[in-house]
Nanobody
């Protein structure tokens, strides 16, 4: 099996930046075989997709509210995915999750929190002055 562990969250002032990490571990979770999605869930709201890579064609998707501010990247040697978040706003406050979907699988759009094989436990991001 494998697991995903998020890190890098915390309390930050509006306009500042944070970089979340999603470290994959375990013999069955080499990220070269998976596409990663980032999701968030604010209190009282449903989990929403923030950014993701399609497991079918490798294209990236971002929700409109984070376009131009959030960027995904990967360090293959470290088996870690990143979400760089800049110009943070109070409405970005949520628990952030990373999830992994096996390449070549899944028919739902990658921003939908379905058909993911592994999920991290989540990490809190709070944007407040």
């Amino acid at each position: 099996q494998g697991q995903l562990v998020e890190s890098g969250g915390g309390l930050v002032q509006p306009g500042k930046s944070l970089k979340l990490s999603c470290a994959a571990s375990g013999p069955s979770l080499g990220l070269q075989n998976y596409a990663i999605g980032w999701f968030r869930q604010a209190p009282g709201k449903e989990r929403e997709g923030v950014a993701c890579v399609s497991s079918l064609d490798g294209s990236s998707s971002y929700i409109d509210s984070v376009k131009g501010r959030f960027t995904m990247s990967r360090d293959s040697a470290a088996n870690t995915e990143y979400l760089q978040m800049t110009s943070l706003k109070p409405e970005d406050t949520a628990v952030y999750y990373c999830a992994a979907r096996l390449l070549g699988w899944g028919v739902s759009p990658c921003l939908q929190p379905r058909e993911y094989d592994f999920w991290g436990r989540g990490i809190q991001v709070t944007v407040s002055s």
